[in-house]
């Protein structure tokens, strides 16, 4: 049974009324939003249209009200179905002001002479529109300022409400239906590139909208890199295969791996993949409500890596939602607090030698009393094709 | 038959010497490239890990020679099966300092004190990490600075090679069987979200690598939107379906659109969809090398809107390669030259009244001697499900 799809407009309000309870206390005037999760988080805005980089979309956020959509026109029919009845487009392209006038013409009614607008600024954000148009803009704002926006989207983001947890888990579910039909469509002898197109296809009959990310690896007792997309090798006896791929239901995501032994696992595989899922025991183990990011990382950096340097061991696992990745990361220097309602991906690596590696990861949701598995654990033992 | 996957090395050996022929023209001591179709143009680096908001990841193009990769260490092996040989990494994400410090240290080698390095700022563009970091690269470059990039990337990639070609016609050929096959997925009593994701199995069975964009509408006599995602609506006699897809095929995209009336259409529906086709006509007649995208505009135009004001059509079509969409466009004031070696997609829209549209897509080349249609051409009759 899946959630329904969109969210009832409380869920906007509420997002809303968050994000100008801190602009109140970091004393901003107004949010200015530039790409698809942050126009998308405050507002329901959902299209694949995004993958077209032509056009420049702005949303901006009042210190109080709904936000106001400033839009190329061919999404105004899109945007009328969200919860914003402010909606002002331009026909883009347009070579000789390309949405600048109107968007610095709503950032002036909304912020008052000498007002401060806050745009992404932080870690892993970007500003999604020209560097000339973005010049532009500044100048047009006339003693209104363009300052860092205190990172209040990205955090508000960190906690999912119920309604986002149970897209997250419909995602989850999809992906974890597909992974196990996985001996449906690969084994030795088939081209890994023939495995990724065919476990794409099992997402989708296993419920995903679509599958905007599959990588993975096949390789001798481990693998070298876990980024690839396909090649046209075949599958040999004695690889492993691993699969991972972040799958979209109702505009959020999954993000988990599954690692499959294309025939009996030699000893070396049958441990390495054990001390995976025993790390992901320490870090479900670690992963309680006030417990930091770092505690998180430390936890299983000792099973995979013991008397290890842990800075080697890379990021163990991120936010996961709207996006495939988020914040926070398990990394060593990330001192965030675990809170109920984060979703996150724990993801172990293990060096296997000669340049292999082998990589697991699973989806949890922190809860009040600790966290909950949203994918279906893995076992200890690999599974076999 | 396929074309090969990749590209030989030569081939990026050209774009690298094209783009320091251009750099020595505008005075530029080097490129810095920073999403994902910047960096792929100029080494072939092909992930699906873009997905991942998290990391920044850079190319430098110096004066003359290779590329210099600086990447985090994640993309290291893959990087290693491009042509480029200098990669240089750090273990992102790193709070301190994510990458900034290496590349404005890459950055002071290849370009000498007072040096300018060019930067997107173009129409199209946005600069792929984080504001802060771009704040403090331009404080550690020490005398050199930031400028605007004189479009250079950009306009080299308006003209394809041969190879690409090959790549776009692969893309093309998978999605044109896919739309050859929709009776099987659609017809009345079926939800639009059920078609959405049976069709996107149909474009990975006929070859897809992976189906990055697929948006559609359905309506009676017309359709509202054309960006939006699948509702769970049912189909209904009397509907158009429209389905538009950008299929993947080695990191090359198709994107055209094709029609359908769920049972017999009406007079109205085959009508404009004749228009639709006859708009086609007169843009492969008026795309010949030389003539602007303003003339391929308004010969469009006229068929689809005699009498209107062409302000209202909006853009009629643009360019088509490593994006869905890519510059030139098909507008009034794209005063472009086509070229031979240029791939765009021609998109006329008609008004069917009521708010309600009709859009028809074709993929062409143009060729030295006239553009050649790379999809297979739709009839005048809009094709019955």
Redesign the interface.
Known sequence: MSAA?GFPAMEFARRWQAAQAAMAREGLDALLLTTE?EIRYYTGF????W????RPWFLVLPSSGAPIAVIP???A??MRQTPISDIRTW?A????D?GIGLLSETLREVAPKAGRIG???????????????LAALDAALADRTLV?DAEITWRLRMIKSDLEIEKISDAVASADRAFDRVSEIAGAGVAL?DV???F??LC??EG????????GAAGQGGY?????????DKLRRGDVLMLDT?VIRDGYFSDFDRNYSVGPPTDAVASGHARLVDAIDAGLEAAQPGATFADLFYAMAQIVMPGGDP?DA??LG?GLGM???E?P?I?P??HTRLEPGMVLTLEPGVDMGGGRIMVHEEDIVIRDDGPVCLSRRQEREIRVI
């Open positions: 799809r999760v959902l299209t694949r249209f993958e077209s980089p032509t026109s061919i999404g029919h899109l026909a392209p347009d070579y000789a390309d745009l992404a600024s932080h870690i892993e954000s970007h500003v999604r529109m020209p560097r000339a148009g860092p590139s990724f197109r065919r794409q296809i989708l009959e995903a909208d679509w599958v905007p990310y599959l990588a070298r890199d876990v980024i690839s997309p396909a090649t046209d972040g800075s890379g990021r991120h996006q495939l990745t914040g990361s990394i220097s990330d």
